[in-house]
């Protein structure tokens, strides 16, 4: 839209001069923004032929948001008070998104129809599609990117990645599950129907390493669509015995579309001889 791409320039000429303070029409910019972002219209990242790009001036607007909020927003639950710089997500039964106490998003965040978030917490500029289930203790970090029917459960951490600003946020995609206790770092990419069993940590230092095969196969620190991935560890660099391991994301099968995420996790490691 013409008027999108008139803010795109306005938000990316604030940000070049990073004013000490912010007058009132680059406010309204600032705020129109996030606006933006909290209804979808606009998002930190967009899929386009299978490759995601980083919408900058996007990231821009929230960092402008960011550093000119103060701290002055009050929210009030019975005998518990919290002082904030940012209001928080409203026009959730239009929204067709349930939200199960304490859950808490911020706006400037967006969620599709039939999202559930239960006790989780979610921050600016998040991305969330149609029917996913965000977990309790979740928390879901600036900028993550997460796709439709995903099921993301207890204590996980999607880690947000405001800056560098050029930075790609963590990314989710469909259909994916994410089990207890995992980590999914700034940058990471987890692809379309990949099972993360719990425990799983995954950052840009990481190794994603496929052990299925008859050799390994390193992808980085992206998960290749539909695999099923344990923790584990790989020999470190200089340690010709293996005595010395270094944390790793060991890709252990393929999903069966048949099965559920569970099913699937106990097939790939009884086929692999972890359990009998």
């Known amino acids: ?92 039964e239009v929204g067709q998104i349930r939200v199960a106490p304490p859950a808490v998003a911020r706006h400037g965040s967006f969620f599709g129809p039939g999202t559930t978030l239960a006790a989780c917490y979610v921050h600016l500029g998040v991305w969330v599609g149609a029917e996913t289930l965000i977990d309790t203790w979740v928390a879901l970090g600036t900028c993550a990117q997460i796709g439709s029917r995903v099921k993301i459960l207890p204590c996980t951490s999607i880690v947000g990645s405001l800056h560098p600003i050029e930075a790609r946020p963590a990314i989710v995609e469909d259909d994916c599950h994410i089990g207890s206790g995992c980590v999914v770092g700034a940058g990471v990419r987890v692809r379309h129907g990949a099972i993360l069993a719990p425990g799983v940590t995954i950052t840009p230092a990481s190794r994603v390493v496929d052990v299925s095969g008859v050799s390994l196969e390193t992808s980085g620190n992206e998960v290749p669509e539909n695999s099923i991935v344990i923790p584990g560890t790989v020999p470190a660099p200089g340690s010709t ?9 060991l890709v252990i099968g393929c999903r069966d579309p048949r099965l559920t995420a569970n099913e699937n996790l106990a097939a790939a490691v009884e086929k692999i001889g972890i359990i009998s």
């Not at 015995?241 to 270094?246: F, L, Q, V």
């Open 241 to 249: 015995s293996g005595s010395i391991g270094i944390a790793a994301a």
């Open 1 to 92: 839209m013409a008027g999108t791409e008139q803010l795109a320039e306005t938000i990316a000429e604030i940000w070049a001069r990073m004013p000490t303070t912010l007058n009132r029409a680059e406010w309204r910019a600032t705020r129109e923004a996030v606006d933006l972002i909290d209804s979808g219209n606009i998002r930190c990242a967009d899929q386009t032929e299978g490759e995601w790009t980083v919408n900058l001036w996007v990231k821009k607007a929230l960092d402008l948001y960011y550093r000119h909020s103060q701290p002055t927003t009050v929210f009030e639950a019975g005998p518990l008070q919290f002082r904030d710089r940012f209001p928080l997500k409203r026009g959730l």
